[in-house]
């Protein structure tokens, strides 16, 4: 009887001290996988961390980028907001397109005050026999009627507003431009699609399919993306 019960006693002890060591190992071998992971999702390529360091602060530098500021700076000096944005090629299309608009308008600006003056010179000395003003007349206008001195008149007048018209819509256009692009500046373009489109197949109607998924990411998670 005493024999049986230390036998007993030798058995509780002995699996007493398999379950502590068997416990002792999966705890270790959990805390180690558990820092794999951990080293793994920090721990970078050496000859990635050049180009992550680099997009890391490129977001960073355009999650402060404020479109309103390029909005007002565009509205103050054309061309001041696509350099704000950092798109110094536009500035020479902006200022280009601007002189088209201010170009015509000088042309019919100048020509509308000469034909003006022609005609009521004209007008004055038929109907009022008052000739002194005819020999201020331009030597290119001097032979031209009344009526198509009028119509010239009416012409360049029309083509001088036209002008200004075009030049206000220029203007906006390049407000709206960097308007735009300033704000594209601040979102995510990396190689991770929010939508993908992949070919599938259906194996309950045995037929090809289109498989759509879709990504929905956090604006705070976009830095760490950068990282993948």
């Not at 992550?52 to 500021?69: A, E, F, L, M």
């Not at 002008?163 to 390049?174: D, K, M, N, T, V």
């Not at 489109?197 to 045995?206: D, E, H, K, L, Q």
Request: hydrophobic share 40%; aromatic share 14%; glycine share 2%.
């Amino acid at each position: 009887m005493v024999l049986f019960k230390k036998t007993k006693n030798y058995l509780f002890i002995l699996l007493l001290s398999c379950s502590s060591f068997l416990f002792a190992q999966t705890k270790e071998s959990t805390s180690k996988n558990k820092s794999i992971v951990l080293t793994e999702k920090i721990i970078l390529p050496i000859a990635d961390s050049g180009k992550i360091k680099k997009r890391i602060v490129d977001s960073i530098k355009y999650s402060n980028h404020d479109p309103r500021k390029a909005t007002r700076r565009s509205l103050i000096i054309p061309g001041w907001g696509q350099a704000y944005n950092g798109e110094y090629w536009k500035i020479p299309i902006v200022y280009g397109v601007l002189a088209i608009p201010a170009v015509t308008y000088i042309y019919n600006q100048d020509y509308y005050k000469k034909t003006k003056f022609a005609y009521e010179a004209k007008f004055k000395a038929e109907n009022y026999k008052d000739s002194s003003d005819l020999a201020a007349i331009d030597q290119e206008l001097v032979n031209l009627s009344t009526s198509s001195l009028q119509n010239y008149r009416n012409q360049f007048r029309r083509n001088r507003d036209y002008s200004i018209l075009f030049f206000i819509i220029a203007w906006g256009l390049q407000v709206a431009d960097a308007t735009v692009f300033a704000h594209l500046k601040q979102f995510n373009v990396s190689n991770d699609l929010s939508m993908q489109i992949n070919p599938t197949f259906n194996p309950n109607t045995r037929t090809p399919a289109l498989s759509v998924s879709f990504n929905f990411r956090d604006q705070q998670k976009k830095v760490l993306a950068l990282s993948k």
